[in-house]
């Protein structure tokens, strides 16, 4: 189980080259070209989603010496008093040059960076804001895996996969806990609340409520199924978090991996998590082993999309042993 996390936030980078920088206007949304990553036909762009919002999209599908890691999004929230950055990349390599990206539209200092949760290819190229004095927002739990076994776990995947000698784990040095947290940004309001535990222990979204847009990181997903997976995952938790959501005004919703969704795109992850969790459920009162409910429910109304086995999988075998009584446990703890 351990390797097949590993092999899944492990991003495998190299050298990204910075091509000649391009602007245009495409459906009204200006565009720039930051960089052609490495020899393939991927390219970082800069693009403006909204009239203070630029985004970067990584690509879809996993890990490769091709996509280098660029598998997640960035997003700069331009405001007055400067930018306020959500998420980092997956290396330092690829942040710098978001970095850059952002200094092209407006010259003002990052004052804020949050993670919305501790996957690699959320938190990794936190560093070159550390380096400019950036305060870095993530959740309690993330500096408690910093203090612990992060380091760990970065030296062993970079002893499998040779990728991650520049990466330097950096801790928050703001820490969200159970409460959330308002930052006045001048013409901008941000609200950075805790969802945890959902799809990790360290989960947490970022509101602003007069333009009514949501980050929700990795919580909502288009095109391919919630990864439950991670061992600090809650099926439960994520769905009670998913439902309080749907009480949000929200006119955009941006994630860790799509273009910019709307609401509706909660109805799939949430109608996924409730279907599965009930189906394993009553296949294990049943009686059927782990191997018998992944046969059972090999294919379901939801398993479209990319990464389907590889999750669907993870996702079967992670619920199965959590639902019931070590349910029961958590919660007393």
Request: net charge positive; hydrophobic share 40%.
């Amino acid at each position: 189980m351990r390797n097949y996390l590993i092999i899944f936030f492990t991003l495998v980078l190299g050298v990204s080259t910075l091509s000649h920088c391009s602007a245009q206007e495409e459906n009204g949304f200006t565009e720039i070209v930051l960089a052609q990553i490495g020899n393939s036909k991927i390219k970082m762009v800069l693009r403006k989603i909204h009239k203070h919002i630029y985004m970067v999209r990584g690509v879809n599908g996993l890990p490769s010496p091709e996509n280098q890691g660029f598998m997640s999004n960035s997003y700069g929230i331009l405001t007055s008093k400067g930018w306020f950055v959500v998420d980092a990349l997956a290396t330092p390599e690829l942040s710098k040059l978001f970095i850059k990206g952002l200094k092209q539209v407006k010259n003002l200092p990052i004052k804020y960076l949050a993670i919305t949760h501790y996957h690699m290819d959320h938190w990794y190229g936190a560093q070159n804001y550390k380096a400019m004095g950036t305060q870095i927002i993530a959740h309690k739990n993330l500096k408690a895996t910093y203090e612990g076994n992060g380091n760990l776990v970065l030296a062993a995947t970079h002893k499998r996969f040779k990728v991650f000698k520049n990466v330097k784990l950096t801790p928050p040095t703001i820490v969200i806990d159970k409460k959330s947290k308002r930052f006045n940004m001048g013409n901008v309001e941000i609200q950075v609340i805790p969802v945890t535990p959902a799809h990790t222990n360290t989960d947490i979204m970022i509101y602003l409520p007069k333009e009514e847009i949501l980050f929700v990181g990795d919580l909502v997903n288009k095109g391919r199924i919630p990864f439950v997976g991670d061992r600090n995952a809650s099926s439960r938790g994520w769905i009670k978090y998913l439902e309080k959501m749907k009480a949000y005004k929200i006119r955009m919703l941006l994630t860790g991996h799509n273009n910019p969704l709307d609401k509706s795109a909660i109805d799939f992850n949430l109608g996924y998590l409730k279907y599965m969790r009930k189906e394993i459920a009553r296949m294990k009162d049943d009686g059927l082993t782990v191997d018998q409910v992944k046969a059972k429910l090999r294919k379901t109304p939801y398993t479209k999309g990319d990464k389907v086995d590889f999750f669907h999988n993870l996702n079967i075998y992670a619920m199965y042993n959590k639902i019931g009584i070590t349910e029961m446990l958590e919660e007393e703890n």
